[in-house]
């Protein structure tokens, strides 16, 4: 059989064609059949300047409500623009799932790394896309390195990868380079801005927009991420994204049988009630969750502190709708890597 190959000229990407799900343009009530998300909905906004809510279930927009205001002083609602820190790496590897679909590129083959601007040591050659989503390429992890200094994810990355890959290629070691690069990636193989790509890729086909990347400022109708957007560039895939919960929402709850080749733990993480994945910066924490199968999607997004990681979000939201849906099988159990 003739290996495969990964087309790496830009691309011009097919129309999209799923059907498009009801947006809404501001928040309605409080579901009166959804008890305990309300109570948690009412427990973050007391804590936080602004939280947003949001739940599909069937295909259809079931709740969604916001707290706080927007930069430009109106009310926030579910269609309100937020950091969602991490969760971004959920949408980036959405967005591969979709040009690995289209045939655009082959997860299983090697990192393309001089056409993404990236000359790396040898011995990164082999290591595949597949590796990235999974967090096990042997990327160091850098940790406090992210938010500080100037420049973006291009310029960054490449110190990253001047030695060998770690001596944790093969086990998942978590390490935002990993998504830093895909983001690359997406750019080169659609010769798009990555937010223009993803916004194509993965949102446009169910008819919300709304993203953009903290390295290009907030917009008036965002709700301010206190302290300022500008510390996050680095992230590039993985962490730039601003976007309300309503449209990531709609999105993942269009999530294809495709996708789910893609979207597989260890690089999504999974718990007894699905997958999905947190956020957790300074100032923002978030949680995107998959429950029953794909029935039901829940996101929710904090300006500010409380609690302390996104995981904490997904503690309190996921066992909320898991009780209100009558499907509670107790405290999440996100499974470790």
Request: a negative charge.
């Amino acid at each position: 059989m003739a290996p495969s190959t990964t087309r790496l000229a830009p691309t011009t990407l097919p129309p999209a064609t799923t059907t498009p799900l009801p947006t809404t343009t501001q928040s309605p009530p409080a579901h009166p059949d959804l008890p305990a998300v309300n109570a948690t909905f009412n427990s973050l906004a007391s804590r936080n300047s602004a939280v947003s809510m949001t739940i599909y279930r069937d295909g259809a927009l079931l709740f969604s409500r916001a707290s706080g205001t927007a930069i430009n002083g109106e009310p926030a609602n579910g269609d309100s623009p937020m950091v969602i820190a991490s969760v971004s790496k959920l949408i980036t590897a959405a967005a591969i799932a979709r040009l690995q679909d289209q045939g655009v590129i082959n997860v299983d083959e090697p990192v393309p790394w001089p056409l993404i601007g990236v000359t790396p040591h040898e011995s990164w050659e082999t290591v595949t896309l597949r590796e990235l989503l999974s967090h096990t390429s042997g990327m160091p992890v850098a940790r406090t390195s992210w938010f500080g200094g100037s420049g973006d994810c291009s310029s960054f990355l490449p110190r990253l990868v001047e030695q060998p890959p770690t001596g944790t290629r093969g086990r998942w070691t978590y390490s935002n380079g990993n998504y830093c690069a895909l983001g690359l990636v997406i750019e080169h193989v659609t010769g798009q801005p990555l937010d223009e790509a993803v916004q194509q890729l993965v949102f446009d086909p169910v008819g919300v927009s709304g993203l953009h990347l903290t390295v290009n400022g907030e917009v008036p109708t965002d709700v301010a991420h206190g302290p300022g957007v500008g510390r996050l560039s680095r992230l590039g895939g993985a962490g730039t994204y601003i976007v309300s919960t309503d449209d990531l929402a709609a999105a993942l709850a269009a999530t294809t049988a495709a996708d789910r080749q893609i979207l597989v733990w260890p690089g999504v993480i999974t718990d007894q009630y699905g997958w999905g994945h947190t956020g957790t910066v300074s100032g923002a924490k978030a949680c995107a969750w998959v429950l029953e199968f794909g029935r039901t999607v829940i996101v929710a997004t904090v300006a500010g502190n409380s609690p302390e990681t996104g995981g904490g979000v997904c503690d309190q939201i996921v066992p909320a709708i898991a009780a209100d849906l009558a499907i509670s099988d107790g405290r999440p159990d996100r499974t470790p890597p």
